[in-house]
């Protein structure tokens, strides 16, 4: 099965900052990565899809890059709503395997 | 609008079976677009991708749990399903039902509310 290791795996930040979230699977899965967000105690919301893809509806303060064989999410302008646990997924290979998860946690 | 609802049992004893059932409304679970699956995740942990299901039944499985699991559909009912076997304290968990919209992916853009799960005796 693909690991997928993000990076860091706890994040510290205050309203209007920017942030960065690394996801590095163990081998190549194309472009075929996504990005959830989880609010406590609610279900996953996926904000992005196959690596760059914004989701309808979500705000364009997120964005989805990739770089090589490692992908980034980006959050501009951190918002108190943006509090919450960031997971990669990818759908290359079955499994399908999220990575650990990052939280970003109001400084 | 789409959505999707867990329903079940909350508390199982060990070595037992566990039958979850999600229900679609807003989509059509015969659609050969769409993909259904079956996530989970242990209290304060990640998650964990468990299986998906195509209208046409075929379904694809996590190792880790390949032996033990059956994702089913029921086209009629608009509904589809998650069989557990042998069930133990590992296997509490919040366990979700999901789409994907793209047959064959796993990027999952409607999902249900959960439901959690305990195995105990």
């Known amino acids: 099965a693909i690991q997928m290791t993000q990076s860091p795996s706890y994040l510290s930040a205050s309203v209007g900052d920017r942030v960065t979230i690394s996801c590095r699977p163990s081998?190549?899965?194309?472009?075929?990565l996504g990005w959830y967000q989880q609010s406590a105690g609610k279900a996953p919301k996926l904000l992005i899809s196959?690596?760059?893809f914004l989701q309808s509806g979500v705000s364009p303060r997120f964005s989805g890059s990739k770089s090589g064989t490692d992908f980034t999410l980006t959050i501009n302008s951190l918002q108190p709503e943006d509090f919450a646990t960031y997971y990669c997924?990818?759908?290359?290979?079955?499994?399908?395997?999220f990575g650990p998860g990052t939280t970003v946690d109001i400084k | 609008q789409l959505l999707l609802q867990e329903s079940g049992p909350g508390l199982v004893k060990p070595s037992e079976t566990l039958s979850l059932t999600c229900t679609v409304s807003?989509?059509?679970?015969?659609?050969?677009?769409?993909?259904w699956g079956w996530i989970r995740q242990p209290p304060g942990k990640g998650l964990e991708w468990i299986g998906n299901v195509y209208f046409s039944g075929n379904a694809y499985y996590n190792p880790s749990v390949k032996s033990r699991v059956t994702i089913s559909v029921d086209t009629s009912k608009n509904q589809f399903s998650l069989r557990l076997t042998s069930l133990t304290a590992t296997d509490t968990a919040i366990y979700y039902c999901?789409?994907?919209?793209?047959?064959?992916?796993?990027?999952?853009?409607?999902w249900g509310q959960g439901i959690l799960v305990t195995v105990s005796s």
């Open positions: 807003g989509a059509s679970t015969s659609s050969s677009g769409d993909f």
């Open positions: 999901a789409r994907a919209p793209v047959a064959g992916r796993g990027y999952y853009d409607y």
């Open positions: 997924l990818q759908d290359s290979n079955y499994p399908f395997t």
């Open positions: 081998q190549d899965v194309g472009n075929k």
């Open positions: 196959n690596a760059s």
